[in-house]
């Protein structure tokens, strides 16, 4: 009908700003999950094209026996073996030392599997036998360039290494030296691509074999997965993992999954709020349009035609807003995804866009408008046209709140009270989505806040109660007990303790787990244990809590421990858990440690533990000491080969707490301003519904002030209704959502703070408040003569 | 007349609304006195200007220019607290569409108004709804009750201050005849027993036959002040 859909156009343009606020908040919300799904799947075909380019290695193998890649050649799905060797050792870069990791590489081409992409110089050359390729993170956060020197420190000394070429690894895309260091601290780590002879430099009890696999595109993962790694154990392998398991893809997908998590959640959150926000704009208009409608209704316009015709708001709004938000949103999703890729470093960026992404987008946007459009259009189908023309409010049937019914002496309280209380479930409807609008608002804060609070509090757990040492002290010989007492003789340092680190594999029925096992004195000062008693066991293991998901391992249970460094194995028995923030290690007092392999076969002395890739020197200094100069008098010292300055990391992560904050800030934005218009919008509705008693008590003498404290009592009110379940139903979201970033790489249990809790309560109370300004406002310029004299003449 | 025995002096009101072209003179110069305790009736046709009259003495806008005075109080210089606190003590008002408050009951309706004025609220509720015949409806909501009995219950509720003044804007226009006589008769009453000035805003020319005083309005101006000298009984009324 031409002139319902002019009197449409026209409501629109009249109550621009309201339709404007639901059409941004439906937009927002399908552009959010354009741009982050789109960007999500983006991401991954970027990580794909790089790692298919690059031959990334479907599985890592360490160690295992001479049969072992034929053996791997021979499995079904398998179509390439490539072996090579890598170790860890110090090197020195100008002034800088770090305990690097060289990577054997065949020197006349390009290996089969995990391929380098060189982003300058070249690759390298049989007649430069020193000639390395610099990993590209190294190489920036050193400083270093194509003709620089690297020196690495061999068995026999400090060997030159000429740099040829820098390179992007599939490998390194996020340089973490292992699972349990994903986040090695600033200028302590850095991967040199060399030629197999080189790498001999490097001393036998540091280097591992490694065998890469390339599996046929299209197989099985799980299956051939499965056979390879049954394969590598029974060969004798210490560790074996999966695409998904090596150290730095483990890392993206973690971030990577956090986006496709947040692509779904937020937008959800954000389209559920423009429901209501929708629902209650159309009850106002089809409130304030009764006698339009009635009249409509007794001049022959059929009720179905109105229903379509209020229905169409919301078809329109959600039209609108999701075709904004789909176009917006693949933009943004084009921009996130090359910043993203920029950020990290990815060689290939994958920008397309996927047709089922606005299909669901436009889809999400629309079923919010339709579904928020429901009732108040049935609302108008249900209309009598004759009291609709009177413009007469259904007052139907009062009733005592559910409160006096279940607590009578609450009847006794001043009428203004009673008012209040029974306010709140005068319109059921209206009032749920208030409740349900601060129970969002208060879910998307308390996500993000509690996402806050849980890295302020692991940080804060792994730096003050975890890793208490101040820096760790790698040597260029071996570390005796003179050594140790020479750094804890230092002035300024409190203690120091020799730390023996080993990489090993933890083996029972469930299964393998490659990790890192850490002997530490029984009554550690550089190292905490959460356990009850903070101590190491005197037998026995701790082991970080994601062994029980690992491996299904629990307390008491035996495992065995094999050692490729060491080529032998133990067995003991996990004499506890203990939940750190990061990573998943395995803890022994170091005298135990040395007693069992002693006494395991092959047996290894105590003097096998003492090279310096091996042990290292954990000090913490004395409170108020000078850092900067200990450190720095470390450095000088010509046996030492790394200073790793525990603090540094420290303010490192925390320095990234400024994005943290940023986004809270956003969400809190969001939060609250999802927060205030649903209230907004409810107490609008209310105060237009309730003209009339409003007038007639100002009549009767009731002052604006008191009028005021009703309308603020009953939606404040409202508003604790909302922030009751709100910080229940927060709480447990952001429990859960945190929860899905734990992995045996990270413990993100939620740690919410309590002052968390009571300022987001009362943020709530601030945005119902202010929300409350136009409602009351509204009410102060109500005409009572006007809506005397309109209902009387 | 003297001062004491003068409910509401009006001299040469003049209220408009709006400016310039748009603007229109609701009242042009009305003037006129009431005395205590009667019941005035104020007739005339739609866009008379009889509401805009009663807004006035009810303080519910000022007036743009004349004198007003109600309860011995001017009204034209008060600001919107000291209107509210007038209204509060010397006027009460029923409207034709009762406007009562649907979530309280009749006894809470009155009670929310007579909490402001201090004393025992549900006492003092209770004994006017008796007065007004509703003793055993206290309880039920504004939806449980007739049209009839919830302008009796707006009737309380400007009764409950026990003001001066009592303001009724077509207190019967929404009830049918039966109803209407009933709630006229309460009404009348109020002057009779209670002693205060009850002014009736209707176009029901046949109220009149009641009051003790007609006062008829026709575009803004004061056509007809007469005295009625045996007003008729409310079941009387030929409606």
């Known amino acids: 009908m031409k002139y319902l859909r002019l009197k449409r156009r026209r409501d629109f343009r009249r109550q621009r700003w309201q339709f404007l606020a639901v059409l941004v908040t439906i937009a927002l919300g399908v552009m959010l999950y354009a741009a982050s799904y789109d960007a999500f799947l983006n991401l991954e075909s970027s990580y794909n094209n790089t790692y298919q380019r690059l031959a990334f290695a479907d599985i890592a193998v360490t160690g295992g026996d001479s049969t072992l890649p034929a053996t791997l050649a021979g499995i079904d799905g398998v179509t390439t073996v490539s072996e090579r060797r890598q170790a860890d050792i110090p090197m020195r870069t100008g002034t800088d030392t770090l305990l690097g990791r060289v990577v054997g590489m065949p020197p006349d081409r390009q290996p089969d599997v995990n391929k380098i992409d060189i982003i300058a110089g070249t690759y390298l050359d049989p007649s430069q036998p020193n000639g390395v390729v610099v990993e590209t993170h190294m190489a920036t956060e050193f400083d270093i360039a194509v003709g620089d020197t690297v020196k690495v420190l061999g068995g026999a000394g400090w060997v030159d290494a000429n740099v040829v070429g820098i390179g992007v690894s599939p490998e390194y895309i996020w340089p973490a030296r292992s699972k349990q260091e994903l986040f090695p601290a600033p200028g302590t780590f850095g991967v040199m691509f060399v030629s197999q002879d080189l790498l001999k430099i490097a001393p036998n009890n540091v280097a591992v074999d490694q065998t890469l696999v390339l599996y046929d595109a299209g197989v099985d993962r799980t299956t051939v997965d499965a056979a390879v790694q049954k394969a590598a154990l029974a060969a004798g392998a210490s560790d074996v993992a999966t695409r998904l398991e090596q150290p730095s893809n483990a890392a993206l997908q973690e971030d990577v999954g956090s986006f496709g998590e947040l692509s779904i959640m937020f937008p959800v959150l954000f389209l559920l709020a423009a429901g209501m926000a929708t629902f209650t704009l159309l009850t106002r208009l089809v409130f304030s349009q009764r006698t339009q409608i009635g009249t409509f209704l007794a001049n022959g316009v059929s009720s179905k035609a109105l229903t379509r015709h209020y229905r169409s708001y919301g078809v329109i709004l959600g039209i609108a807003g999701s075709v904004i938000g789909v176009g917006v949103g693949a933009i943004l999703g084009w921009v996130i995804t090359g910043a993203y890729t920029d950020a990290l470093g990815i060689p290939d960026t994958v920008r397309t866009l996927h047709p089922a992404t606005p299909i669901v987008g436009l889809g999400f946007g629309l079923v919010a408008g339709i579904l928020a459009s429901v009732a108040p259009a049935r609302a108008v189908a249900r209309m009598s046209p004759a009291e609709a023309m009177r413009g007469d409010i259904p007052a139907g049937r009062g009733q005592r709140s559910f409160l006096e019914r279940v607590v009578p002496p609450v009847r006794r309280l001043p009428v203004r009270w009673l008012m209040v209380i029974r306010g709140v479930g005068r319109n059921k409807r209206r009032s749920l989505s208030t409740v349900i609008g601060v129970v969002l608002a208060l879910v998307l804060i308390l996500t993000s806040w509690g996402m806050i609070d849980t890295v302020q509090v692991l940080l804060d757990r792994q730096f003050n109660d975890v890793a208490i040492e101040d820096v760790t002290v790698v040597f260029q010989d071996p570390v005796t007990a003179d050594v140790v007492s020479q750094v804890a003789s230092r002035s300024g340092v409190a203690v120091a303790e020799p730390v023996v680190t080993l990489s090993v594999s933890a083996a029972r029925a469930g299964g393998t787990y490659a990790t890192e096992l850490r002997g530490y004195e029984s009554n550690s000062q550089v190292h905490g244990f959460l356990t009850d008693s903070g101590l190491l066991p005197p037998s026995g293991i701790l082991a970080g809590s994601a062994l029980v998901d690992q491996i299904g391992a629990r307390v008491g249970d035996v495992v065995t421990l094999t050692f490729p460094q060491l080529s032998t194995s133990i067995d003991t028995t996990i004499a506890g858990f203990v939940t750190e923030p990061v990573g998943t290690v395995l803890y022994m007092d170091v005298n135990t440690l040395r007693a069992s392999l002693a006494a395991a076969s092959p047996s290894v002395p105590a003097s096998a533990l003492t090279p310096p890739s091996i042990t290292s020197v954990a000090a913490v200094f004395d409170a108020g000491a000078d850092r900067a100069s200990i450190i720095a008098g470390l450095k000088t010292d010509p046996s030492v080969a790394v200073v790793v300055d525990n603090q540094a990391f420290y303010d490192l992560v925390a320095g990234f707490m400024g994005f943290f904050y940023m986004f809270v800030g956003v969400m809190l934005a969001f939060g609250a301003a999802m927060a205030f218009s649903l209230i907004f919008n409810t107490i609008s509705v209310n105060v237009a519904e309730r003209s009339g008693e409003y007038a007639s008590m100002r009549a009767n003498g009731l002052s604006l002030h008191r009028i005021g404290a009703l309308i603020v009592g009953e939606n404040l009110f409202l508003t604790i209704l909302g922030i009751i379940p709100g910080l229940v139903v927060g709480y447990f979201f952001a429990f859960a959502y945190m929860g899905s970033f734990s992995s045996d790489l990270f413990s993100f249990n939620l740690e919410m703070r309590g002052s968390t809790l009571v300022l987001s309560a009362l943020a709530m109370v601030a945005v119902a408040a202010l929300s409350l300004v136009p409602g009351i406002r509204s009410v102060r310029n109500l005409d009572v003569a006007a809506v005397v004299r309109e209902r009387s003449l | ?239």
Not at chain 2, 87 to 114: D, H, M, W, Y
Not at chain 2, 176 to 185: A, R, Y
Request: hydrophobic content about 40%.
């Open chain 2, 1 to 239: 007349m003297t001062e004491a025995t003068v409910a509401v002096r009006v001299e040469d009101l003049v209220k408009s609304y709006g400016e310039g072209e748009t603007a229109v003179q609701a009242l042009r110069g009305v003037s006129f006195t009431i005395p205590r305790r009667e019941f005035v009736v104020i007739l005339g046709p739609s866009g008379s200007g009889k509401t805009t009259l009663l807004n006035q003495i009810g303080a519910l806008e000022p007036p743009t220019s004349g004198s007003l005075q109600a309860d011995g109080v001017e009204l034209g210089g008060l600001d919107e607290s000291q209107r509210t606190e007038y209204r509060l003590r010397s006027v009460g008002f029923v409207f034709q569409f009762f406007n009562l408050v649907p979530t309280l009951t009749a006894l809470e309706n009155v009670a929310l108004i007579a909490e402001l004025t201090g004393g025992d609220a549900v006492d003092r509720s209770m004994k006017v709804l008796e007065q007004v015949g509703l003793g055993d409806r206290v309880d039920h909501f504004p939806g449980q009750l007739s049209g009839g009995e919830q302008q009796r219950v707006s009737i309380a509720r400007g009764l409950v201050k026990d003001p001066p003044l009592l303001l009724c804007d077509e207190p019967t226009g929404s009830l049918d005849s039966d109803t209407g006589v009933q709630v006229l008769d309460l009404l009348r009453a109020t002057t009779d027993g209670g002693g205060r000035s009850v002014v009736v805003v209707t176009h029901n020319s046949t109220i009149a036959d009641m009051a003790d005083r007609v006062l008829e309005l026709r575009d803004g101006h004061i056509v007809r002040d007469e005295t009625n000298a045996s007003p008729s009984q409310a079941k009387d009324l030929d409606w």
